[in-house]
């Protein structure tokens, strides 16, 4: 089992910037995600950071704008957010697997506890 503890979060101003972190007991072996959850809506994927191959890959809302970076010496992912819009307000969540690198939940079995992101007009 993988503890994962977000860091990082608030309110900003839109064109701000935020990063969040995630803290794992350890990321060895892990693809880390990052979701996001608005009220009423579905939590949607943000990107991945694949453990094997380094690679990272974003969904086209963000695409640009965020950045998943990982400490892996020190079990650490990082999510920059740039130029945060109003629409950005959610409840951000890090999440990690070792077997798939997917796009949906259902395909994660380590959270992070979430952490509120609120971006003022």
Not at 13 to 31: E, F, P
Not at 56 to 63: C, D, F, G, L, M
Request: charged residues 15%; contains cysteine.
């Amino acid at each position: 089992h993988v503890q994962l503890v977000q860091s990082g979060g608030g309110l900003v101003q839109t064109g701000d910037s935020l990063r969040l972190s995630c803290a794992a007991s350890s990321l060895y072996g892990l693809t880390m995600a990052w979701f996001r959850q608005a009220p009423g809506k579905e939590r949607e994927f943000l990107g991945n950071a694949i453990w094997s191959h380094k690679t990272t890959t974003y969904a086209e809302s963000v695409q640009g704008r965020f950045v998943i970076f990982r400490d892996n010496a020190e079990n650490t992912t990082y999510l920059q957010m740039n130029n945060l819009k109003p629409d950005d307000t959610a409840v951000y969540y890090c999440a990690g697997d070792r077997i798939y690198a997917g796009r949906t939940p259902r395909q994660y079995d380590f959270w992070g506890q979430g952490t509120q992101v609120t971006v003022s007009s």
